[in-house]
Each structure stands twice: as C-alpha cells, then as structure tokens.
Nanobody
Framework: QVQLVESGGGSVQAGGSLRLFCAAS????????MGWFRQAPGKERELVAA?????????YYADFVRGRFTISRDNAKNTVYLQMNGLKPEDTAVYYC?????????????????WGQGTQVTVSL
C-alpha cells in the first residue's frame, strides 16, 4: 500500500477552477493506477477519474466531469493531479485520492486498496 495526502481543495464560485494534488509515499508510485473519488453529503461515493500506470497512460472519466476535469500524474514527484474547470455547485463534495496496482479496481470494482483522508471542495453560485 501507499500513503496518500490530498491538498488543493477549497471554496470557489460556479464556473471557477481548482487543482487538487495527491502526494504519495513509496518508491513504486509509477506502478500504481491512481484516481479520484468524491462523496457529497447524503450521497454514495462515486468515481470521478482514474489514470493507469505505465508509460502510455489511459485516463477514465465519469460522464459528469468529462470535458471539465483532467487527471494527470508526475511520477518523478509521486503526485497525481485533478484539474477541475467549469465547476458547478453539484461538484461540491469531499474528494478522495486513491491508489491500486490494478486500474480495474477503479473502473470495474470501484474499490482501490489505498485511500487518502480527503479534501473538501465547495462550489457556490
């Protein structure tokens, strides 16, 4: 497992942007698929985006963020990013970074093995 620490959350008006950061510990970061989930009050946790490990990255996006959010990673910095543009009030949630060696644990099982503590994103009108 890896240790994950998120940052970059905050409050923004609708239409604005935020960039989330997830710093991972360990020397094998490049071998992990990484992703972001979110959970709003009273709602189930949902997958936002995920990115594969390896040299040629595959990125998955939930329909509700496709075209607005971009996931990326920098293996030299052990960091994964979520650039969020065109934010809407319905994007308000706690955003969690996650890691697993298998991308399918994100895209199929929706249960990666390692989680961060979460960072709050609040979007107001």
């Amino acid at each position: 497992q890896v240790q994950l620490v998120e940052s970059g959350g905050g409050s923004v008006q609708a239409g604005g942007s935020l960039r989330l950061f997830c710093a991972a510990s360990g020397r094998t970061f490049s071998s992990y698929a990484m992703g972001w989930f979110r959970q709003a009050p009273g709602k189930e946790r949902e997958l936002v985006a995920a990115i594969s490990s390896g040299g040629t990255y595959y990125a998955y996006y939930a329909d509700f963020v496709r075209g607005r959010f971009t996931i990326s990673r920098d293996n030299a910095k052990n960091t994964v990013y979520l650039q969020m543009n065109g934010l809407k009030p319905e994007d308000t949630a706690v955003y969690y970074c996650a890691a697993d060696e298998a991308l399918r644990r994100f895209t199929v099982v929706r249960a990666p093995s390692s989680w961060g503590q979460g960072t709050q994103v609040t979007v107001s009108l």
